[in-house]
């Protein structure tokens, strides 16, 4: 079967270097990270993309002594209650992941469009071209910053579109938005609050096609009369 629809399954927060992933996680489950960690001077944080998970844009996202890590997984199943490690901040960490699931396992995936800024200036608005990906899929919206992120915007044809959004402190949010049929363009932005953190994608979710057995028409015996 085709993957037909998504939903968010779970999701957990943490303000540590480690997060406790949610304990219904199962095999073919998409797991998303949004990991900010800021330090009290000096340089930013060690970057850290978990074990088993991929960082969604190939450059590292750092602000005087800020850094945001946004990573995905698709999962075995084994991370279901497991402690992940992330970044270790010495002011601060926020992590945020959320857990998506198909009608049927995820066994593949596209990521598209993924858009990033850190600046200690207002934020350029981020266009996630969603209307461009094949359904189902998931918008993403990650905001970060030295104070509170407020506000924040997650708008489909200027009108707020997210379906949910979770923070483990002001000053970091993962927002998303599920299309299982006709995806928009969704436009992700926020405000200056002083050292800032913008990052945005869409995530099409994908199922290997099911194998059908290959019937073969038996073959035939002739005799002949000599």
């Not at 094949?134 to 990650?142: C, K, Q, R, T």
Request: with cysteine; charged share 15%.
């Amino acid at each position: 079967m085709p993957i037909t629809s998504v939903v968010a399954q779970a999701s957990a927060t943490s303000t540590g270097s480690t997060i406790t992933a949610p304990a219904d996680i199962v095999a073919g489950d998409l797991l998303v990270l949004w990991d900010v960690s800021s330090n009290g001077s000096g340089a930013a944080a060690a970057d850290v993309v978990p074990t088993g998970f991929t960082r969604i844009s190939a450059d590292t996202l750092t602000v005087n002594f800020m850094r945001g890590v946004l990573s995905y997984k698709i999962s075995d199943g084994s991370e279901a209650s497991a402690t992940i490690t992330g970044m270790d901040g010495t002011a601060s960490d926020q992590k945020q992941m959320y857990v998506f699931r198909g009608n049927v396992p995820i066994t593949d995936h596209v990521v598209s469009t993924p858009n990033q800024q850190a600046t200690t200036g207002n934020p350029t608005a981020q266009t996630v071209a969603a209307s461009a990906g094949v359904a189902p899929l998931v918008v993403l919206g990650s905001y970060g910053s030295s104070g509170a992120v407020d506000p924040r915007n997650f708008t489909v044809a200027a009108v707020e579109a997210k379906d949910g959004e979770i923070n483990a402190s002001t000053l970091a949010y993962l927002a998303y938005k599920i299309y299982n049929t006709s995806p928009a363009d969704v436009v992700v932005d926020m405000a200056d609050e002083g050292s800032n953190l913008l990052a945005s994608c869409y995530i099409e979710v994908q199922a290997d096609p099911v194998s059908r057995p290959v019937f073969h028409r038996p073959a035939r015996y002739f005799s002949r009369r000599f």
